[in-house]
Nanobody, 121 residues
Framework: QVQLVESGGGLVQAGGSLRLSCAAS????????MGWYRQAPGKQRELVAA???????NYGDSVKGRFTISRDSAKNTVYLQMNSLKPEDTAVYYC???????????????WGQGTQVTVSS
């Protein structure tokens, strides 16, 4: 069983920064990709950023130039550095991974529990 453990959410003023972390714990055989999605009340869940095991990245249009995703492969951990935060960034941020614990199964799409990010005016 692979589980995703998130940390780093909280309350910050507009213009400030936060750094989110997501670690894949348990028996990890391989991970194809990890990333972050977010969902605000009444809105659809949207991609924030993703990174593959090879290091390629993808960002949502609304965060390009402000957020940076990175990884530490040895720790099965991804980070999301969020700078120049805006009130519109307020949402629950969910870690996502395409991972498996053994070579006997296909990669599964896994989700963390979510961490609240609130940006005040």
């Amino acid at each position: 069983q692979v589980q995703l453990v998130e940390s780093g959410g909280g309350l910050v003023q507009a213009g400030g920064s936060l750094r989110l972390s997501c670690a894949a714990s348990g028996r990890v055989f391989s991970i194809n990709a990890m990333g972050w999605y977010r969902q605000a009340p009444g809105k659809q869940r949207e991609l924030v950023a993703a990174i593959t095991s090879g290091g390629s990245t993808n960002y949502g249009d609304s965060v390009k130039g402000r957020f940076t995703i990175s990884r530490d492969s040895a720790k099965n951990t991804v980070y999301l550095q969020m700078n120049s935060l805006k009130p519109e960034d307020t949402a629950v941020y969910y870690c996502n991974a395409d991972a498996k614990s053994t070579p006997l199964i296909r990669h599964k799409n896994l989700w963390g529990q979510g961490t609240q990010v609130t940006v005040s005016s």
